[in-house]
């Protein structure tokens, strides 16, 4: 299967607004049901406003959206500039065929290579076992559980706070 990668633009709102409201998808994050293709518009046009150090991708396959993902500030905070969050979805009917894979190996290069990032931080289900797996394949490690963190379906679940820190981190090289 080809996968594509490239920067989301608002014109990719409505697919976004259908991935995340995929009945396979939502429940595990910490999105809402009944996906609106309006705040997915804003969204995604706010994310190329100059200067925002946002990035959001989408995955393409055989000319459909495969996938989101993307790198977040974790706050306004100026000695947290180091660290961004991740969220990445994908297609209930794409899970387990390299999407996910291609989405965090170009999020994890340009947060190496491009931000100096030296931390990226997310949260994930503690039951969602295909996720962590992913995750720890890129190098995140829990860091602990918290619990009764997100409400799914009517119950309070656990979440494990995942990270990963830059496998390299850039230095300048002695005179």
Request: charged share 20%.
């Amino acid at each position: 299967m080809t996968i594509t990668i490239r920067r989301a633009s608002p014109k990719d709102a409505a697919a976004v607004a259908q991935l995340m409201a995929d009945p396979a998808v939502y429940p595990g994050l910490l999105q809402m049901p009944y996906a609106s293709e309006e705040r997915w518009h804003t969204m995604l046009s706010e994310s190329q406003a100059s200067g925002k150090p946002d990035l959001l991708l989408v995955a393409e396959s055989h000319g459909e959206l495969a996938g989101q993902a993307g790198l977040h500030p974790v706050g306004p905070a100026i000695r947290r500039r180091h660290v961004m969050g991740l969220g990445i979805s994908v297609a209930g009917s794409r899970q387990g065929q390299g999407v996910g894979s291609a989405l965090m190996k170009a999020l994890c290069d340009y947060a190496d290579n491009w931000l100096a990032l030296l931390r990226i931080e997310l949260t994930v289900y503690t039951d969602n076992a295909a996720a962590i797996g992913l995750y720890r394949k890129f190098g995140f490690e829990t860091e602990g559980t918290m619990r009764g963190y997100g409400l799914r379906d009517g119950q309070y679940v656990d979440v494990f706070a995942m990270a990963r820190l830059h496998p390299n981190p850039p230095g300048i090289a002695p005179r």
